[in-house]
C-alpha cells in the first residue's frame, strides 16, 4: 500500500487545528491509558491500522496488557475492564458508530455516573478527534514504517 496523499504536507494548516485539539485534549482528565482505549477501540471500529499499530504501542509503552488490549474487541463480556472504562468504551462505539443511534441516553445517564459533564465533554472531544485522524489515515491510505 502506497500513501495517496500527505495531508500535513499539502495543507499544514489543518494539521496545526488537529495538533491544537491533541494539545487540548493532554489537559484532560482522562489517564494516558484511558485515552489509548479509546483511540484503540475507535481505530478498531473504523479499520485504521496506522492508528491501531501506532496507538497499541502507545498502550504498551505506557503500562497497558497485551491480555487488555486483544480484549478490547469484546470489552463487554471482558472482566478486564472496569466499569468507568466500561462506559468510556462504550460512549468511544456510541460517537464513533454514530449514524446507528447516536450517543444514547442511557449510555449518557451511565456516563454521568461517573464523570461531570466537562468530562464528559472531554470523553467525547477525544473519541471525536481520533475518529478525525482515522479518516486522515485511511483515506490518505497512511502506514507505519518500521
Known amino acids: 500500500m502506497k500513501n495517496r496523499i500527505n495531508i500535513q504536507n499539502l495543507e499544514p494548516d489543518a494539521y496545526k487545528a488537529m495538533f491544537a485539539l491533541e494539545k487540548y485534549l493532554s489537559t484532560s ?14 481505530s478498531q471500529i473504523n479499520g485504521c491500522a496506522y492508528c491501531i499499530d501506532m496507538h497499541t504501542e502507545e498502550a504498551m509503552k505506557n503500562g497497558e496488557t497485551n491480555r487488555r488490549i486483544f480484549a ?23 460517537v464513533t458508530l454514530i449514524a446507528n443511534h447516536g450517543l444514547t441516553d ?38 507505519h514504517e518500521k
Open 106 to 143: 442511557e449510555t449518557f445517564e451511565k456516563a454521568k455516573k461517573h464523570f461531570n459533564d466537562n468530562e464528559i465533554a472531554q470523553i467525547i472531544m477525544q473519541i471525536v478527534t481520533i475518529n478525525a485522524w482515522n479518516r486522515i489515515a485511511v483515506s490518505t491510505q497512511m502506514f
Open 29 to 42: 482528565i482522562l489517564t494516558i491509558k484511558q485515552k489509548e482505549l479509546i483511540k484503540i477501540r475507535a
Open 72 to 94: 478490547i474487541s469484546a470489552w463487554w463480556e471482558s472482566p478486564l475492564f472496569d466499569d468507568l472504562e466500561k462506559v468510556i468504551l462504550k460512549m468511544t462505539d456510541e
